[in-house]
Structure formats: C-alpha cells, structure tokens
C-alpha cells in the first residue's frame, strides 16, 4: 500500500503541475516514510505540511524555484537543485539532512521572518560558493551550529558555539561596508569604537539573533582584507556594533587559525541580541605604540 501511495502522489502532482504554473497546497498532503518527491515548479503551500518523512526534492536546471504562502512546510530530507535558486516568501525547515548540491536557497536581507531553518539534529551537507543559504539560516534547539551562509559569490559560515541549547538563532552574511548598509538601511559608523586603537573591517559583517550566551566564530577570505585589520593575525579579534553603547566592541579572540588569505577566529562569549552586527577587527599594536 505505501508503494501504491507515493506512486499516486506523484500523479496527483503532476496534474497540479500541468493544470498551473505551481503546486498549490491547501493541507491533507503528508510524505510518509521511503516517500521521494520533486518540485519542478513553485510551491504555494497554504496549509499545513510539516509531519512530513521520506525526501522533498526541489529541481531546475534554467530557471528559479519560489515556496510561498501562509504556512511554513517543513521537511525531513531536503534536497535543492535549482541553477538560478530556491527563492523563499515564507520560512522552511529540515528535521533531517537538507541536501545543498546546486543553487542557493535565497532569503530577504532586509528583516529575520523570512528563514531556512535547521530544527534539533538536523545537519546539511554540500555547502559551497554555489551551495548556500544566501540570506538568513536559522539553527533550533541547538547547542552550537555552523550556519551555511554566504553572498552572491561565497560561501562565508559563522559558527555559534552557546552555554546552552538555543530555542532559536538566525544568521545572514552580507558583504557590504557596515558605515552604509543598503539590506539594513543602517549605518554602523567604523569610527565610533570603544577606543581609537581599535579596527573595524569595511568590508563584510554577520547579524547574529539570539539571546543564549555564546562564542562565535567568523571566518576571512583573500577579499576581506584583513592586513588592513592588524599587523598580526594573533591581533584579530572579533568586533561588535554594541545597541546599548551605540559603537563598536571588542569582543575578544579566544583562538585563531589561517593565513593572511583565508582563516577563522573565535570570539569571548557574548549575548548575540546585544549587538545588531558583528564583524573582524584587530588591536593596532603599531598605533598604540
């Protein structure tokens, strides 16, 4: 019997799909165990599709894919194989492995409601420069998560490492200079910092949501310039826009690894919701001298 369901659910699919231009969900459609399922078109899922198992692929070799609508579904395994992106106008979830293998899965920048979230022991695989959440991924009920984030371009993670399980976080990247952020309409000015021995990087920075403390750890590439930041690489530290102070802090460097070209550094621990935006920054020992 449950071979003869999944072979009717994918009929009953595709008369969706050559009746209209997406698949339109109003509620009663389960994924049962072993189930396997491609969405070749857009999602409109108006109901709710979140007791799902078996595996909910999305697939597009020319063209972008959208999910939309007023529920968000939720998936055991994920699989995303769209050229041109996965385009999300409502949040999704993954309980199991979410599958990254061509294609980002792209979120607004402007706020946090709208996310590819991760829930409990779930984990993803085949995250690269065209593999990626571009825009915000979201972790829940987890300790510590490398969040697969990245630009246009690349793949840039930031990991949250937290004293405690956290109901939820959510992480974007956005290479833009933080003294003029066009996806927040903000300006974060790189001169206002707790001291004047301080660096700030011009060239990219994280927004981080959550409120269990944590360590975090960004990374650096040949395009974020940090010999701009600091003299030495064991100068670096992790900076962040305070909202209670209204400037930038020096959130410390608990480890360091890497080059010049690409490398990692490990913040003290912090509350994410006290800062809007972190970034790298370092210590100016030549300055202070």
Not at 106 to 135: C, H, L, M
Not at 215 to 239: C, G
Not at 253 to 272: A, C, H, K
Request: hydrophobic fraction near 35%; glycine fraction near 8%.
């Amino acid at each position: 019997m449950r071979g003869n369901w999944i072979t009717l659910l994918s009929i009953h699919c595709a008369l969706l799909l050559h009746a209209q231009e997406g698949v339109q969900h109003y509620g009663g459609m389960q994924l049962h165990d072993y189930a396997s399922v491609g969405f070749h078109t857009n999602l409109v899922n108006e109901g709710p599709f979140d007791q799902n198992l078996g595996l909910a692929g999305f697939y597009s070799d020319h063209g972008q894919i959208s999910v939309t609508g007023t529920f968000a579904p939720v998936f055991h395994d994920l699989e995303v194989a769209v050229e041109k992106g996965l385009l999300l106008a409502t949040p999704i979830g993954v309980n199991n492995n979410a599958n990254l293998i061509t294609g980002d899965i792209q979120t607004p920048r402007t706020g946090t409601a709208i996310y590819s979230n991760f829930f409990d022991y779930s984990f993803y695989t085949g995250e690269s420069s065209v593999s990626k959440v571009n825009g915000y991924a979201a972790m829940t009920n987890k300790e510590s998560f490398m969040f697969p984030v990245g630009d246009d371009e690349r793949l840039r993670p930031l990991t949250v490492s937290s004293m405690a399980t956290n109901p939820m976080a959510k992480c974007a990247y956005f290479f833009e200079d933080p003294n003029n952020s066009k996806s927040l309409d903000a300006a974060f000015s790189t001169d206002k910092k707790t001291t004047r021995y301080m660096s700030v990087s011009d060239k990219e920075f994280w927004r981080l949501e959550g409120d269990v403390p944590s360590k975090v750890t960004l990374t650096w590439d040949e395009y974020s310039n940090i010999t701009a930041l600091a003299e030495y690489i064991s100068d670096l530290n992790v900076m962040g826009w305070s909202k209670s102070a209204n400037q930038w802090v020096n959130l410390g460097n608990t480890g360091v690894e890497g080059g010049r070209s690409y490398g990692s550094l490990t913040s003290d621990t912090f509350v994410p919701n006290d800062y809007e935006i972190l970034t790298i920054g370092g210590n100016d020992d030549a300055l202070q001298t």
